[in-house]
């Protein structure tokens, strides 16, 4: 009995001691892997409501998108109650209100009725705060990159249209994945768009270590690593013309989903910017089939970036408007007396017929107008009379040709346009996902924001890559200059006691002697003062 006792109690001891390290374990369990946080910033440029409710009736269920309305967004700029995409990106981009034509540059007044600004700062976007903090980067778009929406979230000009300094800060910048139009704008040359600096960007991309891709094929098979896609010399074709036409083009969703493909695998955490810019573009034409198209495939493109946000838990989808554009109405002045018993069918009926976007169909022109009527045919207008006929046989320019087949078909299709310009309404706000806004919101409080779900500071990044060159080494004692170095190849040079320091316009370095130095961001020239990191020394 006894050792009976004695074996029961050896054998509990012995049970104690085999939990005892699987209770401590149970106690202090290893800290959790750290859950990096993303952010897939979405812009379907210049969309007005109605011709989002149009195409939901041309496409025959709910757009993904329905399901995202959280709010509206104030689109006006700093002087405008109408905004142009620059102002708006800047806004989107940087937090700050500018003016028309200004892309990540700031101007600043001596009172708020001053018309001409003393001077113009450039103030930080998302892009580069989530940068400097470690994140991965990526843009997306297909218009071309160097575009003014893409450009905000990227690049500091006075001008939208300035290509060639925004195509140089890009590929400075040292962006993960670049992916969109604006191939012209990596070389030089004397064309639309073309460099007028001399430097072949592609070079300096492959010296980088990109991967240079300029078809869907060679996109998707792309490898992780730095990404940049040139899939047009401009912009890419409208969503409804690539298969038709059949161009070797990514479409918007396929472009997005290999962007966060490859920037999920930096373990980071990443911001990636996406726009799908051709509902603008459909939009100042005054084409209901262009804009229907962009919408569409902008939808896709949200679908694709939050199935990642609903897998990954950590990742917040924002899509937004950055303006109206053109005015579209459901109803015209054929409608005034028979709204009421107007049905979809009405209005999307004669749109079903187009099997191009107004600029595809007069892409197949001939140079004869031999075939002026099957150009028409295409873009849905099959029933042409004498009238119109005449008046598409005198156009003289494609341009006319484009406007008379917008015409022909917003009339058939009972629809109004009230500009060929942008408009200033409240737009929709979408979003999916941790801390996602709500309400009607102003667009500066979108990347401020953002800015707090990553933990990164706005302010904070803009007083480290952007301090006044002249000033900041002038009170160090140097001496100061801008030097030309070729075409528009300006230079910041700072000298004292046998040093030489030079900053050559939107790169990321400066030289120190006959040292380069790499910078956490790139110097930026305004026409007359230089804007660069803050020096350690």
Known sequence: MKNSKFRTLISMMVVLLWLQPIQQVAANPPSPTPKFKNVIMMVMDGTNSDVVTLARWYKGSNLFIDDLIVGGVRTYSLRSAITDSAAAATALATGHKTIVDHIGMIPMYESEHSSQPITTVPKATILEAAKRNGLATGIVATSPVQHATPAGFSSHTLHRDDFSNIAEQQVYQGIDVVLGGGKASLFPGKGKDERNDGENLIRVLKEQNYTIVDTKEKLQAAPSGKLWGAFARHALAYDFDRNTLELDQPSLAEMTEKAIQTLSQKKKGFFLFVEGSKVDWAAHKNDPVGMISEILSFDEAVKKA???????????????????????????????????????????????QAKLSVSGAVSILKTDRSNLVEVASYYGVKDLDRTELKQLKKAKRTSEIENLLTQYLAKRAHLGFTTHGHTGEDVFLYAYGPGKPSGLINNVDIPRLIAEYLEVDL?????????????????????????????????????????????????NYRMVNSTVETL??????????????????
């Open 306 to 352: 939050v199935e990642f946000a609903k897998v990954d838990k950590n990742t917040l989808v924002i899509a937004v408007t950055d303006h109206g554009n053109s005015g579209l109405t459901m109803g015209n002045g054929s409608t005034n007396n028979n709204y009421a018993s107007s049905p979809s069918t009405k209005f999307i009926e004669p749109l079903k």
């Open 459 to 507: 302010d904070e990044t803009t007083d480290s890559l952007f301090i006044d060159a002249e000033k900041w080494f002038t009170a160090q004692g140097f001496e100061t200059a801008i030097e030309l170095e070729g075409k528009n190849n300006e230079v910041f040079v700072a000298k004292k006691e046998g040093e030489e320091i030079r900053y050559p316009k939107n790169k």
């Open 520 to 537: 956490p961001g790139v110097n930026v020239f305004n026409g007359k003062t230089f804007f660069v990191p803050k020096p350690a020394r």
